[in-house]
T-cell receptor, first 111, second 116 residues
Framework: DGGITQSPKYLFRKEGQNVTLSCEQN?????MYWYRQDPGQGLRLIYY???????QKGDIAEGYSVSREKKESFPLTVTSAQKNPTAFYLC??????????FGQGTRLTVV | AQSVTQPDIHITVSEGASLELRCNYS??????LFWYVQSPGQGLQLLLK??????LVQGIKGFEAEFKRSQSSFNLRKPSVHWSDAAEYFC??????????????FGAGTRLFVKA
């Protein structure tokens, strides 16, 4: 099936650990995005990438890092510098029609 | 500043009643407009979109939205709500040159509760 796969669905992080969230797509879309969602705050843009080997910071990039080595993949690393990482993380792509296509999300919890 | 406002944090309607969710945007030109729906613990799904032309657009699941340029609004409507419509709804704008080319701006969302 065509779509966006995020893994894992649930992730637990200890204080001081880096963790990486996976996002894979087979829609052949150039643009990919990472959003953070907290209750009552909607979606906030962390990073986005318009093309392979290029990415830009979004509104809340501090404490996060990304890479875009392949068109299909856009992993997000939540570093120990992110002091409040507990949230729901959504990966999205954008095709020529400009609407966004979303994965099912990863819920990250600090333990 | 560019923004999308959804004035209602949550709305409760009875099953079978009509629904209207409000959305206002602030942009210099007519943007691309979207409504998305999110069930708990899931990603967002596109309900409908407006780019140009007819200001009343039809979407999936019986939803429609009307673009009103004079009011900078793009309200979502459904004539008869079903219990399965309970979810969170997001209005969004972009991407376009007004949003930085590749960014979509999302409203804060409206959570819909449906009572029997």
């Amino acid at each position: 099936d065509g779509g966006i796969t995020q893994s894992p669905k649930y992730l637990f992080r200890k204080e001081g650990q880096n963790v990486t969230l996976s996002c894979e797509q087979n829609l052949n879309h150039d643009a990919m995005y990472w959003y953070r969602q907290d209750p009552g705050q909607g979606l906030r843009l962390i990073y986005y990438s318009q093309i392979v080997n290029d990415f830009q910071k979004g509104d809340i990039a501090e404490g996060y890092s990304v890479s875009r080595e392949k068109k299909e993949s856009f992993p997000l690393t939540v570093t120990s510098a992110q002091k409040n990482p507990t949230a729901f993380y959504l990966c999205a792509t954008q095709g020529g029609g400009t609407e966004a296509f979303f994965g099912q999300g990863t819920r990250l919890t600090v333990v | 500043a560019q923004s999308v406002t959804q004035p209602d944090i949550h709305i409760t309607v009875s099953e079978g009643a009509s629904l209207e969710l409000r959305c206002n945007y602030s942009y210099g030109a007519t943007p691309y407009l979207f409504w998305y729906v999110q069930s708990p613990g899931q990603g967002l799904q596109l309900l409908l979109k407006y780019f140009s032309g007819d200001t009343l657009v039809q979407g999936i699941k019986g939803f429609e939205a009307e673009f009103k340029r004079s009011q900078s609004s793009f309200n979502l409507r459904k004539p008869s709500v079903h219990w399965s419509d309970a979810a969170e709804y997001f209005c969004a704008v972009g991407p376009s040159s007004n949003t930085g080319g590749f960014k979509t701006i999302f409203g804060a969302g409206t959570r819909l509760f449906v009572k029997a």
